[in-house]
């Protein structure tokens, strides 16, 4: 018999609707019933692409006894951290306090009041590894609430205090300058890893965000090096097996430093993030491989995640059906040297081998291969190669496919369609853009409420209850910015200006330091607040961004003086941590460029010369450029007013707070202006 998680949205909740534990979702009744019961909370959060997360529920959430045990002596509460951010930091910043270490599943004991008081990640059946098991855990627990309840009171007591004195160094207020981004780009060579791209050791995950910053710098100061790791990392991961071969798209981080083994989910922030990077690789370089790279993830982006609705499914699983009734991590995805053959023949099986690196050994588990794209000096031919991947990818559409995770994530969808009109626009892809504006239009009719409030998730055209988090207000904004940039459409510059007025109002303190909720959400043990980039831009960096483009484009002088404030802890954590703080880096270099704003007119936006000075304009390397396009003596966005044509011909105008350069009719002049 189902529990209460059936009718919720979230997928993975759903996932546990028929589990023998009897689940509440996050409630106030949840925690009523703990009082009124006078037993601890066992809090469970992961989210529904998570391995681990699957494997506890099947060795310990669908067992009888364990689940009995569960609902004797605890009050059993299930989340996806997903579609609550904020509980999820919460805690799992506790966790990591207390152990060192985090990671999902996270499994949480609180007192009926909420506070925390015993913690871990996944626990196993049985004793492993010094590890306790699920069931051990369960009767320690239950064994101290029963017998200790003055020793827990006050171990929850104290890490309530100890969560509520960490406070974030936030700077002084003002912008990163010069020798901030200097030490931040030193630091970053410091952590480079020359030989196979990236930062750091094994796991790597993809630096997205880094590499924005990087050709950010690049563009403002003509930094060789930062261009350098910009280009070799992207290279590596594209010819890694993170990067799907076949389908296009990325997964979630590789467990190598060589991007050989990935973690095989696949999440729409990492491909988002990743299609733009990839598509502004090629803006600074011309780079072909980065040119199909952006492509291949929008496409795949726009077949495999793009819901009924128009907007963007969150994820896809790891696992998938063997073909034999086992779920295991990458069955859909690698390759053995026969499989290649029982679909190519042997010819074009030795070639296939040979051009993606498939051996008799294997790269992955059992013999089987992740397909890559070795680096060699063969050349090989293209329309062959072409017809094997298309076979390939033909006979893996055979296969039991991962599932997929459909909830739709306003922030997530804010970073996708800034990526997608982005990439619809560089490579003349009208159908990307479309794909864009569908997000959009979905966020704007589902999502947002009549005073502009947001959502956080839908699912199957149903909104969800959960309120926006500060990410989901920045990112969707960056994603209307964008939008307008692109289209020339002024609805999306209004739609980002009423989510930014909620930034101001509700999500900032006195002293412009942001939070991650608003001032009147749920109020939970602590009001969470990240200042650091981890797989998605922090709300906090990424309002920043949002902010310092909408004052460009409008010349609010509160909006800029609220990104600039934001920009402080970047100045504060830039040059100590710059690897986790990369969105806040890029838009730092923005703020020191100005960041310059284009104005483009013509007798209509339609017009071939018009168009190739707008096309022109969006490919400028100046960091954070913003471009309005429109006919002469419209007011469809604040920075067409009073731009008149020159000699009758379509006129491009550049300005730097909002001081203009001399107009030019010039598509060469103004790619030289923009540093394209």
């Not at 019961?37 to 809090?43: E, F, G, Q, S, Y």
């Not at 101290?144 to 007591?157: I, K, L, P, Q």
């Not at 011309?286 to 963007?312: I, K, N, P, Q, Y």
């Not at 608003?518 to 969470?528: F, H, K, T």
Request: contains cysteine.
């Amino acid at each position: 018999m189902p529990n209460r998680l059936a009718h919720e949205t979230s997928p993975y909740l759903l996932q546990h609707a028929d589990n023998p534990v009897d689940w509440w979702p996050w409630s106030a009744e949840a925690f009523e019933e703990a009082r009124k019961t006078n037993k601890p909370v066992l809090l469970s959060v992961g989210y529904s692409s998570c391995h681990w997360c699957h494997v506890l529920a099947r060795e310990s959430f669908e067992d009888e006894a364990v689940a009995a045990y569960m609902n004797e002596h605890f009050v059993n509460i299930k989340v996806d951290r997903e579609e609550r951010p904020d509980v999820d930091a919460v805690y799992m910043e506790a966790v990591q306090a207390a152990t060192g270490q985090g990671g999902w599943p996270m499994t949480v004991f609180l007192t009926p009041d909420a506070e925390p008081f015993y913690f871990g990640t996944y626990f196993p059946p049985s004793p492993r590894q010094g590890m306790p098991s699920f069931r051990q855990v369960l009767e320690g627990v239950r064994a101290a609430w029963s017998d200790r309840r003055d020793e827990v009171a006050e171990v929850a007591g104290k890490i309530v205090r100890d969560l509520a004195g960490r406070e974030i160094s936030y700077g002084d207020s003002q912008a990163p300058g010069e020798e901030q981004l200097a030490a931040a780009l030193l630091g970053l060579t410091r952590e480079y890893d020359a030989q196979r791209g990236g930062f750091g050791g094994a796991p790597k995950f993809p630096p997205s965000m880094v590499v924005e910053f990087l050709l950010r710098h690049h563009a403002r100061t003509g930094a060789e090096g930062a261009l350098q790791m910009a280009r070799d990392t992207c290279e590596r991961m594209a010819r890694g097996g993170i990067h799907d071969q076949l389908g296009g798209g990325f997964a979630r981080y590789s467990v190598d430093r060589d991007w050989v083994v990935p973690h095989f989910e696949k999440m729409l922030y990492d491909n988002a993030l990743l299609c733009r990077v990839y598509a502004h690789l090629w803006r600074a370089t011309g780079s072909d491989l980065a040119r199909r790279v952006a492509l291949d993830t929008a496409d795949f982006m726009v077949r495999e995640l793009r819901t009924a609705e128009g907007g963007f499914a969150s994820a896809l699983d790891a696992d998938s059906d063997d073909g034999t009734g086992r779920h295991v991590e990458g069955a859909y995805y690698v390759w053995t040297p026969e499989q290649l053959s029982e679909v190519l023949g042997e010819q074009d099986a030795e070639l296939a081998a040979q051009y993606f690196g498939v051996t008799d050994e294997g790269t992955f588990e059992h013999g089987q291969s992740v397909l890559q794209l070795p680096q060699q000096d063969t050349v090989f031919d293209a329309e062959r190669i072409e017809s094997i991947r298309r076979r390939l990818l033909d006979a893996r559409a055979q296969r039991p496919a991962p599932g997929r995770d459909d909830k739709v994530v306003a922030a997530w969808n804010g970073l996708a369609i800034a990526a997608l009109a982005e990439t619809g626009a560089y490579f003349d892809r009208p159908d990307l853009v479309d794909a864009a504006l569908g997000a959009a239009d979905l966020l704007v009719r589902l999502h947002l409420d009549e005073q502009a409030r947001l959502s956080r998730t839908s699912k199957d055209g149903q909104v969800g209850a959960n309120a926006g988090v500060l990410e989901d207000y920045a990112d969707v904004a960056e994603g209307f910015l964008v939008l307008a940039s692109v289209t020339g459409e002024g609805v999306w510059l209004d739609f980002a200006g009423f989510l930014l007025d909620h930034v101001l109002s509700r999500f900032t303190g006195e002293d412009g330091a942001l939070f991650d909720t608003a001032a009147d959400a749920e109020r939970l043990i602590r009001r969470p607040q990240d200042p650091t980039d981890n797989a998605v831009p922090s709300g906090w960096t990424a309002a920043a961004g949002a902010l310092l483009s909408y004052a460009a484009q409008t010349g609010s002088e509160p909006h800029r003086e609220g990104a600039e404030k934001a920009l402080g802890v970047v100045k504060a954590l830039g040059p100590r941590v710059p690897r986790f703080v990369g969105w806040g880096l890029a838009v730092a270099e923005a703020f020191l460029d100005g960041p310059k704003e284009v104005a483009i007119v013509g007798p209509a936006p339609t017009d071939d010369a018009t168009k190739a000075l707008h096309r022109t304009a969006l490919l400028g390397t100046a960091p954070g450029a913003v471009v309005a396009v429109g006919t002469a003596g419209s007011d469809e966005l604040p920075l067409l007013a009073d731009r008149v044509l020159v000699d009758g011909r379509p006129t491009a105008y550049v300005c730097r707070h909002f001081t203009c350069d001399a107009p030019t009719t010039d598509a060469e002049a103004l790619r030289v202006a923009l540093g394209g």
